[in-house]
């Protein structure tokens, strides 16, 4: 990429990544309070009953999301196609949903311990009609829904500090998470009307849409059954407790994977745009500087999260806690996992329409994390749950690198060593200065401070060509150059 395409992306990143970050952030500035009043327990109930509303959710969205950013970035530049497109599938996903959630009703609702509460929880159903985020992340255009959610997500610890006071609020807390979710998305209508103009409702043919969106559906089913079906098997197999466990740790990895995955978004529009063209071999190699950027990203993080973990958990989460510090250690593997096949899936094989390469490495890590699922839970519970989700998530890497070899082949692999040497000595250095602190914020903060301060000086002295890159390109941005030239 030019130096004027690379700026671009990194613009869109950090719209992205600061967006995402906000919708994980906020509710974990809230996650300590919350450990603390409702339990483990309460939180345990509410992560199950996520997990099941989610199935159907995911089934009422029938894979518009990832399809809609698609097909919005080949038409973008065409007002009227584009307009037909956006009525089109926000139609579809209005009947699809509708029908999810009569299904949620007769099969779960009518005959669970929890009613109520899953009935709030079908609010969720409303809230991803309204979702249309697709349609500004096809565009290119991350800011406004950046900009809008901000407010809402902040609403939303506003709410919960102000209305759940104790072990009995669970009821209000569910209610608080469904309104906040469901301003969030109204709020990104507001500034849609300037990219759509006028079509006459019987020129819409909503119903074309159907088959390509099953087609890409399925690998997000698939890649559901390794996400929430582990909620949702422990729930059955232990208790809500385990639940509540798994469902916490989880939540402090994937807050450090989105730093990595909101790449994903931008660059799927970037390649698909690059792909439409014919630009097959500059799509390649944007691609391998995606690699290379994720993993200079993913291998730290990584390591750092093993080596903050056990003083982490303690004055986060608070007494009874405990049982997560095992859990994000096995866990902390998947935010390298995740964060390099959603460059050869999401970035690759999904602008490319190479849909059979990208389903069957996801069914890889479905059935092989559900068979390991039924084995190690029963005896490790949430970490056995852990143990299963990061081998399922290597082997869908496994399978994508094996797939694309002749694309990209190994020596991708090769050009992270200085990665490797760097992050585990950082890894080490954290641990122990962890061990010389008291476990409070500060020595947290201080532990990543020391590890990205060592990481980067580390990849200065060996003299990592990416890295050195990267900052020369910060330098140029700030000092107004960088001109054409390419990277």
Known sequence: MNA????????????????????LILPLVTSPYLTRVLGKDNLGVFGYIQSITSYFVLFGCI??????QREIAFVKKDPYRRTRTFYELCILRAFTLLFSAAVLYVAVIRRSEF????GLFAIELVTAAFDVSWFYQGMDNFRLQTIRNYAVKILYVILVFLFVKNENDLQTYMICYVTVNLLGNLSIWLGIKKY???????????????????????????????TQLDKTMIGLITDYSQVAIYD?????????????????????????GMQAQGESKKAINAIRDSFRFSACLAIPIMFGLIAV?????????????EGCIPVMIVLSPIVLFIGLSGVFGVQYLLPAKRMKAYTGSILTGTFSNL?????????????????????AEFLVLLVQMILLRKEFGFSLILQTYKYWIAGAVMGVAVYFAGSWMQRRMGGTLLQVLI???????????LRDSFFLGLIQMVKDRLNGTGGEENH
């Not at 894979?63 to 809609?68: C, D, F, Q």
């Not at 916490?248 to 390649?271: A, C, D, F, P």
Request: proline share 5%.
């Open 63 to 68: 894979g518009i999301s990832l399809y809609g």
């Open 196 to 226: 759509l103009v006028p079509v006459g409702f019987h020129t819409l043919t909503f119903w074309r849409h159907l088959g390509p969106t099953v087609l890409l559906f399925l690998p997000q089913i698939a890649t559901s059954v390794y």
């Open 451 to 461: 590890g990205a301060a060592l990481y980067s000086a580390l990849l200065w002295i």
């Open 4 to 23: 004027n395409e690379s700026r671009a992306v990194i613009k869109n990143y950090l719209y992205s990544l600061s967006y995402q970050l906000l919708t």
């Open 309 to 321: 973990t056990p003083m982490f958990v303690p004055w986060f989460y608070g007494d009874g806690w």
């Open 371 to 391: 068979a390991l699922n039924l084995l190690l839970i029963p005896r490790f519970q949430a970490v056995g749950a852990a143990i299963s989700t990061v081998i």
């Open 248 to 272: 916490y740790s989880e939540k402090i990895v994937k807050l450090s994977l989105t730093v990595i995955t909101s790449l994903n978004l931008v660059m799927l529009s970037r390649v698909t």
């Open 115 to 118: 009613p109520l509460l899953y």
